[in-house]
């Protein structure tokens, strides 16, 4: 039998809850103890692999324990010298058929309205709320549950009953909830975004793969602020330079069985990177993302594909050049505890390094895998990346500390390195990758 049938029977009553807008949602809210909430609903963890569309950060176990004994102590501590209070818990009930009210009569009637109904709440309405336990599957589902916890996932994860023993257990404290009814996971993450971007402690890896997945291409590209996330993803893709090597927040479990450990870059790591190399390269980015030309709109199809093809060709200049660089320093791609190639000081050495040999190699025509591949291995001859080599060297300034050192390198070989350093000439009948 269904554990949660024997706990609680076929029907968890909620009792009166308030039924009203939230903005331009309908929400119901209520109060319940915090077990409750917890056996009922379930997180819908996000795993780049198992769960791509999943809402909910990977659980810190230390958090959750802190949130229950938090909620536990609370009623044995003074409510005046040591009050204590959570915000609310929000779920969504993706599955409608969950809910029970009681009409007039005080019989059970089903659903009948959901978080978009064009229902006319001027005054809000009090309706007595019930779950019915004998629609929730189980074991709950762990992709796509049919009540998904939308923002209190740590407070929800410690308190689950026992249903295995439930001789003496007692209801936890009684906690705020607010009720969503029949979003989307998509519009899940919109909320869940909408209210943690803001808070410290949220990952950034999980908020741009959120921003990325509900964002169209070219919204992306056209704000030059988020064009490197956009090829961020790009170059993570498979078959591109970074394949395997970005994690993008979330549950660990997936890529770890993927691809043996937990890839060491973050994708927001990468987008800052790629972020200096585009910033650097202001020539290049001139040819690839011009502005619109006299009369054009800047929103025509016409504009918006010139843009789209430059983001393209740019994606496929910085992977060769990544490439490259996988290539010359093959043992620090491996390992990144003994190379600084993929610590934060080495990838952003290296690509403030990309804006000058990009831009270089492309302005002299000279932009193939094989001319990426030999400037490369000339630098691995001359410029090592031990770890044991940048002892202090960290923060902000490594990664220029690191670009410099990677110039004079080369200078001291071969004098007429210094071309890199110098301005290079535009010349604006280069042909785009056509190879």
Request: charged share 30%; proline share 5%.
């Given at each position: ?268 790591a990468l987008k800052r990177a790629i972020a200096y190399t ?116 960290a923060g902000a300034g490594g990664g220029k500390k690191v ?33």
């Open positions: 039998m269904n554990p949660l049938i024997s706990r609680y029977t076929k029907i968890v009553d909620l009792g009166p809850c308030v039924v009203g807008r939230n903005l331009n949602l309908i929400v119901i809210r209520g109060y319940a103890p915090l077990n409750v909430l917890a056996d009922l609903s379930a997180p819908d963890v996000y795993d780049s692999v198992k769960n791509p569309q999943g809402t909910q950060r990977d659980l810190t176990a230390s958090k959750s324990r802190d949130a229950l004994r938090y909620a536990i102590e609370a009623e044995i501590v003074s409510n005046s010298s040591d009050p204590r209070a959570f915000p609310e818990v929000i779920l969504n009930a993706r599955d409608v058929n969950v809910f029970r009210f009681k009409d007039n009569n005080d019989e059970l009637i089903e659903l009948d309205f959901n978080s978009f109904d064009d229902m006319d709440l001027r005054v809000s309405e009090i309706r007595s709320l019930s779950i019915a336990t004998e629609v929730i599957e189980w074991p709950k589902r762990i992709i796509n549950p049919q009540i998904s916890r939308v923002d209190g996932n740590h407070r929800l994860a410690n308190a689950e009953t026992d249903l295995e023993n439930l001789e003496e257990q007692e209801d936890l404290p009684h906690v705020p909830f607010a009720m969503f009814i029949g979003l989307t996971a998509f519009q899940e993450r919109k909320i869940f975004s909408d209210i943690n971007k803001n808070q410290k402690g949220m990952e950034s890896g999980f908020l741009d793969v959120i921003k990325i997945d509900s964002s169209d291409e070219i919204d992306l590209i056209k704000n030059p602020k988020d064009r490197a996330l956009w090829m961020a993803k790009q170059l993570s893709m498979d078959g591109m330079a970074f394949e395997g090597k970005v994690f993008t927040g979330g549950s660990k479990q997936g890529v770890k069985e993927m691809y043996g450990e937990v890839p060491p870059v973050k994708i927001n585009l910033n650097d390269a202001k020539k290049l980015n001139a040819q690839f993302f011009p502005e619109p030309n006299s009369g054009e709109d800047s929103d025509s199809n016409s504009y918006l594909n010139t843009l789209l093809e430059g983001a393209k060709d740019w994606v496929d200049l910085l992977n060769r050049y990544w490439n490259a660089v996988k290539h010359a320093y093959p043992e620090a791609w491996q390992n990144r505890k003994d190379f600084i190639l993929l610590q934060s000081i080495g990838l952003e050495g290296f690509s403030y390094l990309a804006a000058d040999i990009i831009q270089e190699r492309f302005l002299e025509n000279q932009f193939s895998q094989e001319d990426f591949n030999a400037l490369l291995e000339n630098y691995a001859q001359n410029f090592k990346l031990d770890r044991s080599l940048f002892e202090g060297i670009y410099g050192d990677a110039l004079r390198a080369m200078e001291q070989k071969d004098p007429q390195v210094t071309v890199l350093r110098k301005k290079i000439r535009y010349s604006p009948d280069k042909s785009i990758l056509d190879e």
